[in-house]
C-alpha cells in the first residue's frame, strides 16, 4: 500500500495524469493534518478537512466532509458533507468497501 503523508495543513494536488496509479487526487480549498495518510488512488473533493487519520487506497470522499480519529479501508466511498469521527474522540474504523450516503454524522 502506497501512502501519502501530509506535510502541510492545505493541499492543492493536481496530478490528474497520476490519478489511480501512484498518487491521490487531493482538490483545492482541502485541509489535510500532518498527522493523516492518504492511499494511492484516493479522491478527497474540494472543502474536506481530514485530521488524525488513516484513508487507504482507492477511496473517494466527496465535498466538505470532516473526517478525523480514523481509518478508512480500501475502496470505501463517502458522500458530500458526511462527519466520521471527533477530533479528541475515539477512533473510528471503516472496513474495505464501505458506502455512507451524503450528509451522515
Do not use: Y
Not at 53 to 64: L, P, T, Y
Amino acid at each position: 500500500m502506497s501512502l501519502l503523508s501530509a506535510s502541510h495543513s492545505t493541499s492543492s494536488i493536481s496530478t490528474q495524469e497520476k490519478f489511480g496509479e501512484s498518487f491521490p487526487l487531493i482538490e483545492t480549498d482541502t485541509i489535510i493534518s500532518s498527522n493523516s495518510t492518504i492511499g494511492s488512488g484516493s479522491w478527497i473533493r474540494r472543502g474536506t478537512s481530514i485530521t488524525r487519520s488513516i484513508i487507504h487506497e482507492s477511496v473517494f470522499i466527496g465535498f466538505r466532509c470532516k473526517i478525523a480519529t480514523a481509518t478508512i479501508a480500501a475502496h470505501c466511498q463517502i458522500a458530500s458533507l458526511t462527519h466520521i469521527g471527533r477530533p479528541n474522540g475515539p477512533p473510528v474504523v471503516l472496513e474495505e468497501a464501505v458506502w455512507i450516503g451524503a450528509a451522515q454524522l
